[in-house]
């Protein structure tokens, strides 16, 4: 109890403390410099929501008008089409759109919105359309440390961390000590509450592990990305979507001859019927499922993200209508109550992916006693246990 | 729609799968594997314990349950063996006085019979003796007759007197 109290009043604190002035004094998106307008907050706030090359924690502009970023390169690692090629991300100056061109071996590659470019040979310089897309460049495939996967790297080191030595607490005694034994009513919830209650006792010990990492994985990045480090790994969608995969690929291996009976061929209705469930039920297993799981965690925490960044920016959007002191106190006071607020969402949406994940493993693996109830002319009543995923 | 496609960045998906993967096995082996064992044989052992005290909390009452049995047959025991002596004590009594009273019949009886004897002897004497007594005084009076009547009959007389006394 003690622990949790000290450190809520220190994330608190930190938040409170960092959170205001450091992302916003960060500025390597669009120009560069410091963001006052409300497009400039529109601009920043969509940058920070995308991946990025750099860890950058803050950057200000010193007194010769220059600006400094603070923060340290990550490495860039591409496939080209001249094979791989890498180099430090600190080869762009923080540069976003398109104006430093970093050249390797001959390929040209630039930065725009955090996405890198390979200019088509004999191409010097980005030339844009209209719509500010690239011509004479196409992007590249981006295997890069980028932040996201700094983040990864971090929380799946400090996952490792945690829970190997709360498993090494086990082989000398039976009640963990010290932050082990914050971890361990955790462990028990995820595997009491989400694994036990949705797959059954008798599959559940299956597949724990992944729902364990998935649920602590999610979770702590969620709450990383709440501190003034500004990781935003689950709402990128391409995390989410590995995510979604994974469930997808673990309860349509291991599925059993119940559940794909259930999807082709549905026993207990017409059989003209069949074949039109069998579609929606493989468009359902297949799709919409997966695509549910990834969409709700990219836009829930995509959408923190941008509340907690806009409710930020009041104090610059609303300081001639408010006052500098006015906007700041506004913003302060609404921006730490949505704080608050996106902590409750941090876990919730880790609860969620995890249960709907067990959720669906549960309905793959169930095993139906069948014995299906059957009406006074003997045909079956389909159970109402298979409907389940319907409503999801 | 389009945004988000553009959003999405496919190294990052193979880099995330390619750690997320590698996260989960090692979770799996060094985490989740030991932890999830060492819970599970936690709970086993509380339910074995729990479960013993239970066993042994009925055992104890079977135990009690046992003694006071015990108990109990050994008072019902003692108060047969108190209701046999009373009675063995009274029956003991009681032959004693009817041994008693047999015998003191039995010397009633004898002295009766004795005394009966006794009696019928002493009448027999008796009778002797009267019959002796009248051989006697028929004698004296055959004699004093042969020597004077007068005075004969007065002995008979005196004599006869004599024999009513006794």
């Known amino acids: 109890m003690n622990i949790f109290q000290q450190s809520f009043k220190f994330l608190a604190l930190a938040l409170l403390v960092f959170l205001p002035t450091s992302i916003f004094a960060n500025s390597e998106g669009g120009d560069g410099g410091q963001v006052d307008t409300k497009k400039e907050v529109e601009d920043y706030i969509l940058h920070h929501i995308q991946d990025s090359h750099d860890f950058s924690l803050f950057s200000y502009t010193s007194d010769e008008g220059e600006r400094k970023h603070f923060g340290f390169p990550l490495p860039v690692i591409l496939w080209s089409s001249d094979g791989l090629k890498t180099f430090m991300s600190s080869e762009f100056h923080h540069n976003d759109d398109g104006t430093v061109i970093v050249e390797k071996d001959g390929v040209k590659f630039a930065k725009i919105h955090s996405k890198i470019y390979e200019l088509d040979a004999g191409a010097s310089s980005v030339n844009f359309d209209a719509d500010h897309h690239a011509t004479n460049g196409h992007k590249v495939l981006d295997f890069s440390i980028t932040k996201s996967v700094f983040g990864v790297l971090v929380i799946g080191l400090l996952m490792l961390f945690w829970f190997s030595s709360l498993a090494r607490q086990y082989k000398k005694k039976q009640i963990p000590t010290g932050f082990g034994r914050v971890l361990e009513p955790l462990v028990l919830y995820v595997r009491d509450e989400i694994a036990r209650p949705n797959i059954g006792d008798k599959h559940y010990r299956r597949f724990t592990g992944y729902l364990l990492t998935v649920f602590f994985f999610i979770w702590f990045l969620n709450l990383a990305g709440l501190t003034p480090l500004g990781f935003n790994v ?3 969608l391409a995390v989410t979507a590995c995510l979604a995969i994974f469930t997808l690929v673990i309860y349509t291996v291991s599925g059993n001859k119940d559940y794909w009976m259930h999807i082709l061929w549905m026993p207990g209705v017409p059989v003209l019927i069949r074949p039109v469930l069998a579609i929606i039920e493989l468009a359902g297993a297949l ?3 997966p695509f549910s799981l990834l969409v709700r965690l990219f836009a829930n925490i995509s959408a923190g993200h941008i509340v907690v960044m806009s409710l930020i920016a009041i104090m610059f959007t609303l300081k001639e209508a408010l006052t500098v002191p006015g906007a700041m106190g506004l913003s302060f006071v609404l921006s730490f109550f949505i704080l608050l607020i996106e902590v409750l969402v941090a876990f919730l949406q880790a609860y969620i992916f995890t249960m709907l994940s067990a959720l669906f493993i549960g309905m793959a693996v169930a095993e139906h006693d069948h014995e299906h ?7 079956e009543i389909p159970d109402a246990q298979d409907v389940r995923g319907d409503f999801i | ?6 959003d999405f960045s496919p190294g990052l998906f193979v880099v995330s799968t390619i750690l997320l993967l590698a996260l989960i096995a090692l979770m799996v082996k060094f985490a989740w594997k030991p932890i999830l064992n060492s819970l599970n044989e936690r709970e086993e052992g509380i339910q074995g314990a729990l479960d013993a005290a239970e066993k042994a909390k009925r055992e104890m009452a079977n135990l009690q349950a046992d003694n006071q049995k015990l108990l109990q047959e050994a008072r019902l025991e003692r108060e047969t063996m108190l209701k046999e002596a009373r009675e063995l004590k009274s029956k003991m009594i009681a032959d004693a006085e009817e041994e008693a009273k047999t ?11 004795a005394i009966a004897s006794e009696k019928k002897a002493a009448m027999a004497e008796i009778k002797s003796h009267v019959a002796g007594l009248s051989l006697e005084i028929a004698e004296k009076v055959v004699r004093n007759e042969l020597s004077n009547k007068d005075k ?6 005196s004599m006869l007197g004599e024999a009513t006394l006794n």
Do not use: S, Y
């Open chain 1, 234 to 236: 689950t709402g990128q």
């Open chain 1, 287 to 289: 799709v919409i499922k």
């Open chain 1, 373 to 379: 109830e059957h009406d006074d002319h003997g045909h």
């Open chain 2, 1 to 6: 729609m389009d945004k988000l496609l553009n």
């Open chain 2, 103 to 113: 015998q003191a019949n039995k010397m009633i009886a004898q002295a009766q019979d």
């Open chain 2, 152 to 157: 004969q009959l007065e002995l008979v007389e």
